[in-house]
């Protein structure tokens, strides 16, 4: 009785997933490199959209223009399709009932405001797994294995996160003149910063055009290596801070233990400013 009955499901089909920037490969060693991270993007999206299996496509709302998507969320959603896709595509339209609201949005700001709490008394366990509940939700529905799964939900969430991306990327570019060398699903990685005070402006910027949506610097790097998308080394500037690598192939546990501490001098090199060529 919490929650009203779906009106409309769409049952297991391909749909686009995190929005990945193509990597402008390099080493980047004379300039700090910016890592700019959407908190919780999916769950952002789900609870400021209102994004849930009931609430999606809903009888309610289906004469109502400003209830559809915009124009934007549906060219991501339907982009790559060919003409005969096109026609079976479903055009979407979300709930604008205002005495109702989704279930999931609902459960989701409700373990949130439980995760702020656990947070301020100090309880990490509990607060960590409040937030993997919190960023496992939008999995479910692209799952055939949960009973309430609806791929329409999966899709709209990863079409509005895609469009969040592409906003932070066209701010960072053209209003505050940042080079833009990598991104991937919530964060973007940026360079050629003036100073950190153009960071702070863009944070605010986004702030304000992307209402309700909370973006941080997740890391700065002073050393940077991308070899390909989801494949790169990262050396923090807190020299406190553990190294990001990520992807890198002779890092793999099925890998021969030879290969795995090569790969780790090569690393070590990097961050002192060895050649790592010689070994």
Partial sequence: GECRFP?????KRQYKGGHVIEP??????????YVLDVKSLYPTMMINNNISFETVNCNCCVDKKEARV?????EIINQDLSSDQLKNQTSYWICKDPYYRGII???LENYRTQRFRELEIGNNVMQLALKNLINGVYGLFGS?????SDYSVAELTTAFGRQILEYMRHIAEHVYGLTVIYGDTDSVFVTNVGNENDINKFLAECSI???????????????TLIAKKKHYIGIPKDQTKEID???L?????DRPTWINQLQRQFVEDLRQDIDPTIK
């Avoid at 390099?26 to 490199?33: A, C, E, I, S, T």
């Fill in 70 to 74: 915009s124009i934007r969320v549906d």
């Fill in 209 to 223: 055009v992307l209402e309700d949506v909370e973006i941080e610097i997740s890391n700065i790097y002073t050393k």
């Fill in 144 to 148: 055939d294995f949960f009973a309430f």
């Fill in 24 to 33: 402008i490969i390099g080493y980047y060693k004379d300039r700090l490199v």
């Fill in 7 to 11: 009106t409309y499901k769409i049952g």
């Fill in 105 to 107: 949005p609902r459960l």
């Fill in 249 to 253: 192939e002779g890092m793999k546990s």
């Fill in 245 to 247: 690598i990520k992807g």
